[in-house]
């Protein structure tokens, strides 16, 4: 077996060029069983990531690459998103009780966005697809426009973007 490895965003991304990579790649993911022996992972926390191929079936063809990318992030995009409305709604109170109830609301919600980086998430999407390969005008591309490899790239960008 060769095993080939890329280090980039503190992540390894290894290629098996091996016969039966795929059962072998299931195998070390935990999906199957082996035959016989063991697998050991070193460390024993290493978190693996797997693009399959199925991955293209999921794809929203009319979203951007940049928001295909962005669509991993579906908690800090929530509450980003949950920011947004209550300021709409403050701005338009004229009800003091409520005001101070959506005040409150808005308070716990910029904890949560600060807890989780929200403000690092856009970056390290566009960190990712540029690191792939793409360009900065590529980001506003609808996913329909790409061909599969491509696509397959902003898979990478979306694993990259979870810390593998």
């Known amino acids: 077996m060769e095993i080939r490895s890329l280090h980039c965003l503190s992540v390894d991304l290894i290629k098996f060029i091996v016969h039966h990579q795929s059962t072998q790649l299931k195998i070390i993911s ?47 995009l929530s509450i980003l998103q949950g920011i947004e409305l209550l300021e709409a709604k403050i ?22 966005a600060k807890a989780l980086r929200t403000d690092h998430v856009r970056p390290k999407a566009v960190k990712a697809a540029l690191l792939l390969g793409f360009n900065e005008d590529d980001l506003g591309r609808k996913m329909s426009h790409f061909s ?7 898979g990478l960008a979306k694993i990259l973007c979870q810390d593998p």
Do not use: T
């Open 30 to 76: 935990g999906d199957v069983e082996p035959s016989y022996g063991k697998i050991f992972k070193s460390p024993a926390n290493l978190r693996l990531s797997f693009l399959r191929q199925e991955f293209l079936d999921h794809i929203d063809p009319n979203r951007s690459l940049l928001d295909e990318i962005l669509s991993v992030f579906s908690e800090e």
């Open 91 to 112: 701005r338009s109170c004229v009800d003091n009780s409520v005001l101070e109830r959506l005040l409150n609301e808005f308070h716990d919600l910029n904890n949560n």
């Open 148 to 154: 599969g490899g491509w696509k397959m790239r902003a």
